[in-house]
């Protein structure tokens, strides 16, 4: 008889909490579109220091765009970065202070092994510098995504 309760319980619980979650929020459509590519990566972080999230985009095998936010939700395209030609083909994006400034950096992984992984860094305002190539030994599989973290604990 306890084996028929517990996945009796784990239905139960799991039930609940999917009804009970699916009534919590409520989206609407705010009829923006960033961008006319189709997007790859998205990362949002305060790249302008204003308190609100901005957003990196990195474009289907183009460019890469800055959007700031004006804190209503609404973005306006603040940058474009054009990649040099062989380095079009960027994928994932992820952001944090890489260069310990005080601002958001971006990391951006490529698409193809051939690509290198690149840092793009912040000037506090939400401008980005052309890319830091990073030379390793580390080949990025196709679709490859950044994580980023402290690497010496300190």
Known sequence: MKKLYMPLLFVAAFGATKSASAQCCSYNDSGQNLGAQPTFGVA???????????????DAYEDLEIYFNDGNGNFSL????????????????????V??????????APFYSSCKLKIYKNDSTGNFSQA?????????AVGASAVVGPLTNN
Request: charged share 25%; no cysteine; net charge negative.
């Open 44 to 58: 949002l972080g305060d790249f302008d220091q204003d308190g609100d999230a901005d957003a990196f985009t990195v």
């Open 78 to 97: 603040n940058q474009t970065i054009t990649p040099g030609s062989n380095q079009k083909d960027n994928f994932g994006v992820e952001v944090a202070d």
């Open 99 to 108: 260069d310990n400034d005080g601002d958001l950096d971006a990391v951006v």
């Open 132 to 140: 830091q190539a990073i030379n390793s030994s580390i080949s990025a």
